[in-house]
Structure formats: C-alpha cells, structure tokens
C-alpha cells in the first residue's frame, strides 16, 4: 500500500496550488479520503474529505471557499486545489484513505510554503 503525494512547493500569497495524492495497492474506490496538514508545535488538522465516489466532500472552516477537494477513480488520484492562499496555509500536507472512521493508510507529506 502507498499513497505518495506531490504538488507541493513555494507560492505567493494569493496565489494557488493544486496537491495530487497517487495511490496504490488498495481499491481506491472502495476508501473515503481525507487531505491533513500539520505545522511544527500544532495539532494535526483535517482540512477537507471526499467520500468514495465523490459525492460527498467536507471542509475545515478554515478553508471553506479556497480549497477544493476532488478524486479520479479511473486514476487512483486524489487532488486538492487550493486558492487564495494565505502564510497561514504553510504546513506539510498529507493524504490518508479509510473507511469508516478508521484511516489506516498514511502519506508522507508535501511541503507547501505561502511567503512572498
């Protein structure tokens, strides 16, 4: 099993990104999915899910109206497209897949970086 993210990177404030998390060695169809972020010394933070076929997604408030979370099944993908970025937005981002409550499977991370 691996999820491997990409997409990361410096950008300006105001500016947009668009993370990609490949996945691989499960039925990815059959997994809801969530994007997390986390910086050093804060709390990991849930920052938008997709059900399995895309239908139903959520957002942290935090995000609400920038950030969109969408997935590809045909191409094991899950994609955050992120907008309107703030310095506050700079953390590692990282993808997990589970069903139920339970996220079993992790990504390493991509680092993204809000600075002018």
């Known amino acids: 099993v691996q999820l491997v993210e990409s997409g990361g990177g410096l950008v300006q404030p105001g500016g947009s990104l668009r993370l990609s998390c490949l996945a691989s060695?499960?039925?990815?169809?059959?997994?809801?999915m969530n994007w997390y972020r986390q910086t050093p010394g804060k709390e990991r933070e849930l920052v938008a899910a997709?059900?399995?076929?895309?239908?139903?997604?959520n957002y942290a408030n935090s995000v609400k109206g920038r950030f969109t979370i969408s997935r590809d099944n045909a191409k094991n993908t899950v994609y955050l497209h992120m907008g309107s970025l703030r310095p506050e937005d700079t953390a590692v981002y990282s993808c997990?897949?589970?069903?139920?409550?339970?996220?079993?499977?992790w990504g390493q991370g991509t680092q993204v970086t809000v600075s002018s």
């Open positions: 997709i059900a399995t076929f895309g239908i139903i997604t």
């Open positions: 997990a897949a589970g069903v139920g409550g339970s996220y079993d499977y």
């Open positions: 060695g499960f039925t990815f169809s059959n997994y809801n």
